[in-house]
């Protein structure tokens, strides 16, 4: 049976290319908290038409949330909205909003407002990033890409934490980085340095505004093939194929796994974590840090040549040491 026609314990074909240990390690894309955990709650997400956010989106309204999701593109908004609308039969708001432009922000939040309520649950995920040598990058390319993920990821946090301080109510905020704002990455410069500061707004926010009610948590998925992401970076499908070979789990992450701990990480089951960043990847990160993980490619035979050259050097060694 070759590893593409292994099964998983959930009665899934294994995508090919996964290593055969990824059957140990299904996904499991049913949610995990109960029903109607975010019932009365409303859930604002940024870049929710698609990828990652449609899940969380949908993950979300389907356990009870009131959900608004948005972005720029408003048709596509409004479909992913009646999309998920009928299958939870729950109320799912699209707006269109730039999240570069501080106005169209506060735009956004008045009509969450004025259509639910003021959110309690805000998903910073819209994003923006291309693979390019450092040296080849405008300033504009790089103004792109940090006016999306940082300004815009702050316009959105600090708006709506003012709301809810005004409020005097308490929220959970949660953001979408990446697993090498640990480490820097070549060649994503302008995410990998954009992401690190979503990361360090989390754990300023959280240890100044826990006063006021509120929580700050992030993510830190691995590789999930989403369409709009993938084309970008991965054009000629060379990383995918590399990365299951990297992932000691032997795959890659499901939008419904990131969507299930992303409704943990915003409800009260965890609400005495803040201002921690969750890595999400099948060990990848571990693996690629470690000198020695490579020699997971040496085959038994040749571990015991290499037993038998490091014994006669050994012995070699004491020979003439005693001589």
Not at 24 to 47: C, H, Q, S, V, W
Not at 62 to 87: C, D, F, K, Q, Y
Not at 101 to 120: I, M, N, Q, R, Y
Request: overall charge positive; charged content about 20%; hydrophobic content about 40%.
């Amino acid at each position: 049976m070759s590893v593409y026609q292994v099964h998983t314990s959930g009665g899934a074909l294994a995508k090919e290319g996964e290593g055969p240990q990824a059957h140990f390690f299904p996904p499991l894309k049913t949610p995990m908290l109960p029903k109607d955990t975010f019932k009365g709650k409303t859930a604002f997400i940024t870049g929710g038409g698609t990828g990652l956010g449609k899940g969380m989106a949908t993950m979300l309204s389907s356990l009870g949330a009131n959900v608004v999701i948005a972005a720029r593109r408003l048709p596509v908004l409004e479909n992913t909205a009646t999309e998920i609308s009928s299958h939870t039969g729950n109320p799912v708001f699209a707006v269109q909003m730039d999240i570069r432009d501080p106005s169209a922000v506060a735009a956004a939040l008045d009509a969450c407002e004025t259509k639910f309520g003021l959110p309690s649950i805000i998903i910073n995920n819209a994003a923006g990033n291309f693979i390019s040598p450092s040296e080849r990058l405008s300033a504009n390319a790089w103004k792109t890409i940090t006016d999306i993920v940082l300004n815009g990821t702050a316009f959105v946090t600090l708006e709506a934490g003012k709301r809810l301080i005004k409020a005097e109510k308490g929220g959970v905020f949660l953001s979408i980085t990446t697993t090498y704002t640990r480490s820097g990455s070549g060649f994503v410069s302008p995410s990998a340095s954009a992401k690190a500061g979503v990361e360090t707004l989390t754990r300023s926010l959280a240890a100044e505004w826990g006063r006021y009610g509120m929580r700050f948590n992030c993510i830190a998925p691995g590789p999930i093939e989403t369409e709009g992401a993938f084309s970008r970076l991965d054009p000629t499908g060379t990383f995918t194929k590399s990365a299951y070979k990297r992932i000691p789990a032997g795959r890659m992450g499901e939008v419904e796994e990131l969507a299930n701990l992303a409704t943990y990480l915003v409800s009260d089951y965890s609400s005495w974590i803040t201002g921690e960043t969750m890595g999400q990847d099948g060990g990848e990160y571990r693996y690629m840090g470690g000198m020695f993980n490579m020699l997971n490619k040496v085959a038994p035979d040749q571990w015991d040549m290499m037993a038998k050259v490091i014994r006669t050097s050994n012995k070699d060694s004491k020979d003439k040491k005693d001589s």
